[in-house]
């Protein structure tokens, strides 16, 4: 299938130029001449760009106001809400996407996805966060004390299944009587959970606010960190130094702001008291260099699946200059499918996964073109969009019928 005239966009830049599709993957990209054999869809004034790839959400969770109110569901209960919320994060143009967690049904769910019986994105799959004992996610998380205690949550999460290994560094906001600004777990202890890890092929991610909390995940050779709400010029110039991936999350304390009176006081007071300082904390971040992975933290309060999309514009508005939306594209394609290890996608390069994103006008000129996806094809297939007639195009140039 030959995608024609369409505006291409990826780290490559922005270019008008044709797509070949094959066998669910991009063949070819440029100035292409259709084959005789070869069925083609005209895409005029769209763009298309590689699908999204957010690197923290949660299926888990929906938005609630607090995280206690999904601690009474059955495993079956919880399975069926990350397959509702699989649905819309993919329906949402995101074709890639981490979950960060929560007992140990992500990584089923991430196997039913593969096998196709639901709809959702490609999956990187967490089980159990590691959390210091009534440390922050406790409610979720496997608790330990100790080093060898680490090492033994680690190889656990191996397994039964985790491609990756998610740590809690600091305190959280979210968590009842948790300081997020103060490091709970030991030095010994973060050394153990990264190296076992490691050992085991699995990146790690580390939950961390406070910047003592990141630089002790630096120093033990994390691979990504999550918020880094706190961060000092030293704990920056680590991340930079170390090469380690940031993973921002402004959609998290966004919507917790924008929703201020229905937080709770905790959520409410916590925020309020860190907002501008993560604002901060991610302008200098990516002013001074460090690689930047978007990811929403989707599910935490008000924070709802189907909106990844915003985080785009928040990285481009608060980073002052920093990162334009060509960049914040990037990060949230390119940038984030490496970060998490999903090898294929995020770029329109031949050979990547066909795994696509079509709106309806150049997006770097207007971020706001992301939030209404008129397609999502994922490994060549229309799964979601509400153009119905570049969808019926689709399925037309296919012989879906």
């Known amino acids: 299938m030959l995608l024609r005239d369409a505006i291409l966009v990826d780290s490559g830049g922005v270019r008008t130029g044709d797509l070949r599709v094959t066998e669910g993957r991009i063949e ?44 009474g569901l059955s495993d079956a209960e919880l399975a069926l809400i ?94 009842p009587g948790s300081d997020p600004n103060a490091v709970a777990l030991t030095d010994a202890e973060v050394e153990a959970i990264v190296d076992e890890a490691h050992r085991r092929g699995l990146h790690t991610a580390t939950h961390a606010h406070g910047g003592a909390g990141v630089k002790a995940a630096v120093a033990a050779g994390v691979d990504t960190v999550e918020h880094g709400t706190l961060l000092d010029d030293e704990a920056i110039d680590m991340l930079d130094r170390e090469d380690v991936t940031l993973v921002p999350t402004l959609s ?14 905790e959520d409410r007071t916590q925020t309020e008291a860190v907002y501008e300082r993560h604002l901060d904390s991610f302008r200098r971040a990516v002013e001074a260099g460090v690689r930047v992975a978007g990811g929403t933290d989707a599910g935490t309060p008000f924070n709802m699946h189907g909106s990844n999309a915003t985080e785009l514009r928040l990285m481009h508005e608060h980073a002052a200059g920093a990162m334009d939306p060509l960049a914040a594209i990037v990060a949230m394609t390119e940038t984030a499918a490496g970060a998490v290890g999903l090898d294929g996608q995020g770029t329109l390069d031949p050979g990547t996964h066909a795994d696509l994103l079509v709106v309806d006008r150049d997006p770097t000129d207007d971020l706001a073109a992301m939030n209404d996806p008129g397609v999502v094809i994922k490994g060549g297939r229309v799964v979601a969009g509400e153009d119905e007639r570049t969808r019926r195009a689709f399925v037309d140039a296919r012989g879906d019928h």
């Open 28 to 71: 070819d990209a440029g100035d292409l001449t259709a084959r005789s054999d070869e069925s083609d869809v005209d895409l005029s004034g769209h763009a298309v760009l590689p699908g999204l790839v957010d690197a923290h959400v949660h299926f888990s969770l929906s938005g609630e106001r607090t995280v206690e109110e999904v601690l």
């Open 252 to 265: 998290a304390p966004h919507r917790i702001v924008r929703n201020v009176d229905a937080a709770t006081e």
């Open 82 to 175: 990350e397959a509702r919320n699989a649905r819309r994060t993919l329906a949402a143009g995101v074709t890639g996407a981490r979950v960060m967690g929560a007992r140990d049904v992500d990584v089923h769910v991430r196997d039913r996805i593969d096998s196709g019986d639901v709809p959702g994105p490609r999956t990187v799959a967490n089980c159990r966060s590691i959390t210091a004992t009534g440390g922050h996610g406790h409610h979720l998380g496997r608790e330990i004390t100790g080093a060898d205690d680490a090492r033994r949550a680690v190889r656990e999460q191996a397994k039964r299944g985790a491609d990756f290994i998610k740590f809690m560094v600091t305190g959280g906001v979210t968590t």
